[in-house]
């Protein structure tokens, strides 16, 4: 299933991914910094959002209170429920 998030307090604007069950493939974002968001889809390419969740919750980005990746584990989750 493709999912489309809204990030909220980031540079990007949207998370897009694809969920089967709950691992999670094909994640792009629109905006943001150029570089680190072509590293972390690679990266977290194939994972389970519990598996992203753990390593990316909570990250913050300088003085935010969130980072690119806090709301990739957000929209993980997000898509998660919304296949049920």
């Given at each position: 299933?493709?999912?489309t998030y809204k990030t909220k307090?980031?540079?990007?604007?949207?998370?897009?991914?694809?969920?089967e069950g709950e691992i999670v493939t094909n994640v792009k974002f629109t905006g943001g910094c150029n570089?680190?968001?072509?590293?972390i889809p690679r990266l977290?390419?194939?994972?389970?959002?519990?598996?992203?969740e753990?390593?990316?919750?909570g990250l913050k980005c300088g003085l935010k209170q969130t980072s690119c990746g806090d709301q990739?584990?957000?929209a993980c989750r997000a898509a998660y429920e919304a296949q049920k």
């Open positions: 299933m493709e999912y307090g980031t540079c990007s604007s949207q998370i897009t991914l694809n969920i570089g680190n968001l072509k590293a977290v390419d194939g994972w389970t959002v519990e598996q992203i753990e390593k990316l919750s990739l584990a957000k």
